[in-house]
């Protein structure tokens, strides 16, 4: 069993929709969670990172963290054709260095 | 600074070639790491230093691989004896030691073993 779960997708909404990426993970170490956009033959852009359990919001993001039930998500709002790439969760146990990565949610988005 | 800078882009070698890759970080970064992502995952950890030091290393790191920082700068990572399994993108990133916000990655380079 992967320690970080993410289903690969694709996921396709039309524009406006409310989109919904989840990971799960099985390591309670784990303190630091980020989700990341990898659009095609790029590296990884970080989009939001928490700090522990709750919610953090920006602009048309929200990200979620429940340690408790070691799940995780984020939200995009008002979705876009350029939302359209590939979104990765990451997280960490401390110490500032290695992440680990699910295997990313393929998102498209039509207009 | 325009971020990390990973050379070359795209490399295509032979089975048995080595190839080294080149990585440049965020100037004020001193941690520095390499990843590789296979088509459909994930970024797997491969190593990372900080500073000029080589402080984990991962198992999918054999021996065939090497990376190197000296001077605590750039870094490279050397694949000797390359095999299909190689091929990948291999992604480089950089961070402050204290400071996840920054983690920046660079765009990686493609390699493909035939």
């Known amino acids: 069993q992967k320690e970080v779960e993410q289903d690969p997708g694709p996921l396709s909404v039309p524009e406006g929709a409310i989109v919904s990426l989840n990971c799960t993970y099985s390591?309670?170490?784990?303190?630091?969670f980020m989700w990341y956009r990898q659009y095609s033959r790029k590296g990884p852009e970080l989009l939001m990172y928490?700090?522990?359990?709750g919610n953090k919001e920006d602009g048309r993001f929200t990200a979620q963290v429940d340690k408790s039930s070691k799940y995780i998500s984020l939200f995009i709002r008002d979705s876009q054709p350029s939302d359209s790439a590939t979104y990765l969760c990451?997280?960490?146990?401390?110490?500032?260095?290695?992440?680990?990565f699910g295997a990313g949610t393929r998102l498209a988005v039509h207009p | 600074d325009t971020g990390v800078s990973q050379d070359p882009r795209h490399k295509i070698t032979k089975r048995g070639q080595n190839v080294t890759f080149r990585c440049d970080p965020i100037?004020?970064?001193?941690?520095l790491y390499w990843y590789r992502q296979t088509l459909g995952q994930g970024p797997e950890f491969l190593t990372y230093?900080?500073?000029?030091?080589?402080?984990?290393k991962s198992r999918l790191l054999s021996d065939r691989f090497s990376a190197e920082r000296p001077k605590g700068s750039f870094s490279t990572l050397e694949i000797q004896r390359t095999e299909q399994g190689d091929s990948a993108m291999y992604l480089c990133?950089?961070?402050?030691?204290?400071?996840?916000?920054?983690?920046?990655f660079g765009s990686g380079t493609r390699l493909t073993v035939v």
């Open positions: 990133a950089s961070s402050r030691v204290d400071n996840f916000y920054g983690y920046t």
């Open positions: 390591n309670s170490a784990f303190q630091y």
């Open positions: 928490t700090y522990s359990s």
């Open positions: 990451a997280m960490s146990g401390g110490g500032y260095n290695k992440l680990i």
């Open positions: 100037s004020e970064h001193n941690r």
């Open positions: 230093f900080q500073n000029e030091a080589q402080l984990e």
